[in-house]
């Protein structure tokens, strides 16, 4: 079956570095990807979406970076920032429908 | 422009209890969509509707039912509630035939917990 994996552990980050959370995929070959940011208690938030012919995007500090071969996306957040600090999910398309990664913590420490 | 909506934000309820999940939004989106959103796992789909008048089953459909009153509203109903229906609600939706893609706009949530 399609399945859908991030790293369950948290990221911790020092202020100022780059920040990479990794999705990866089997089982399928999505059309596209996206991410989405969530906070404490709140839906989660579309950042950006890449297509399965893009092999990056870009949005002011965010990268996301999309390797069909191997079946992997990867999301950079530069310069970060204690506010960067959420759970960050990725999503990708089947079937009319989206599979939904479980998540990776981002700790942004000051 | 509220964007999706949805009521009530907190609800306990016994086993054996029913309630009403209410969703709206003010997108005009033609697809709506209602998750469950568990402790280490990813979103799971309980239902979807594509379009008014149409609803078809997600990965985890069982002990709920839907209803999609008109284009803005989207309902779910939990008919006996068991403790496994523990858990948060989202209802997002999204504008999938205009644009192709099904980036989808979330809720804020209800935390719902069944004794």
């Known amino acids: 079956s399609q399945k859908i994996e991030q790293n369950s552990e948290a990221l911790n980050i020092q202020e100022g570095k780059t920040a990479t959370l990794t999705c990866n995929y089997t089982?399928?070959?999505?059309?596209?990807l996206q991410w989405y940011r969530q906070d404490p208690g709140r839906g989660p938030v579309f950042l950006l979406l890449?297509?399965?012919n893009e092999k990056e995007k870009r949005k002011e500090r965010l990268k996301v970076t999309f390797d069909t071969t191997l079946k992997q996306s990867l999301f950079h957040i530069t310069a970060s920032q204690p506010a960067d600090s959420a759970t960050y999910l990725c999503?990708?398309?089947?079937?009319?429908?989206?599979?939904w990664g479980a998540g990776t913590k981002l700790i942004i420490k000051p | 422009n509220a964007g999706v909506t949805q009521t009530p934000k907190f609800q306990v309820l016994k086993t054996g209890q029913s309630m009403t999940l209410q969703c709206a939004q003010d997108?005009?989106?033609?697809?709506m969509y209602w998750y469950r959103q568990d402790p280490g796992m990813g979103l799971r789909l309980i239902y979807y509707?594509?379009?008014?008048?149409?609803?078809d089953k997600g990965e985890v459909p069982n002990g709920y039912n839907v209803s999609r009153l008109n284009k803005r509203e989207f309902s779910l109903r939990l008919e006996s509630a068991a403790p496994s229906q523990t858990s948060v609600y989202f209802c997002?939706?999204?504008?999938?035939?205009?644009?192709?893609?099904?980036?989808?706009?979330f809720g804020p949530g209800t935390r719902l917990t069944v004794l």
């Open positions: 999503a990708f398309d089947s079937n009319y429908q989206l599979i």
């Open positions: 509707s594509a379009s008014e008048g149409t609803t």
């Open positions: 089982n399928y070959s999505p059309a596209y």
């Open positions: 997002a939706s999204s504008d999938r035939e205009r644009t192709s893609t099904d980036t989808q706009y």
């Open positions: 890449i297509r399965e």
């Open positions: 997108m005009n989106h033609n697809s």
